[in-house]
């Protein structure tokens, strides 16, 4: 269905006048990739049409309430975390998702960054809407387990491993026991909650070894499984942290 007017106005009131719906139902029908502007689409219920433009509605346009989502992503280790939210494009989402969901604009506002990894890093990421999430990862993080594969190099000194799993000082007080055991000849695993980076470091330097690289695989009960270096996907809605 194509429709020509004039007069310069929003797109969604234009879309409401055009297809005889509210302006709410509008907004959802261009926030859902169902408009197209001169036959593209358009996503924003504010672009400014002047009455020239071919406005249609696709084929098979649904009016289904945008949900908030939560995006995993595999972030590459050298991707700074003012960057890290640039890897979230329609090209990237790994095949294997099962979300039945298309990136739109609308997934992308108020999206924000949960516990992020340093540049250095790599692995899982969470980027959230969601104000669930949020709180899990942000007010409750400290009683999430995360996990962490961790290349090293060096000597482990005697007793190493278990230095590796006792608590240290840490930040001005003493860190929880982790989880640690090798994976193979240079490969240790690291399980615990509140577990960082500059941790993982200091207790290697205590047991003698150094640090390679760090990949981040799990946080709390979702893995990374699956995901290449800057793939990501969408949260199904089963899925808790």
Known sequence: MVVFMSESVRLAKRVAELFNCSRGEATLYIENASITVDGVVVEEPGFRVSGQEQIALLPGAELTPIEDVTIM???????SVANADSLIVAASQAAEDRSGLHLLKRHLKDLTMLDPL????SGLMVFTQDWRVKRKLVDDLSRVEQEYIVEVSGQIIENGL???????????????PAKVSWQNETRLRFARKELSTRLITLLCERAGLTVVSIKRIRIGRIPMAGLVAGQWRYLMGYERF
Do not use: C, D, R, W
């Open 73 to 79: 992503l595999h972030k590459p280790a050298g991707i």
């Open 118 to 121: 340093e540049t250095a890093a």
């Open 162 to 176: 278990v230095l590796l799993n006792q608590s240290i000082q840490f930040n001005g007080k003493p860190s929880a």
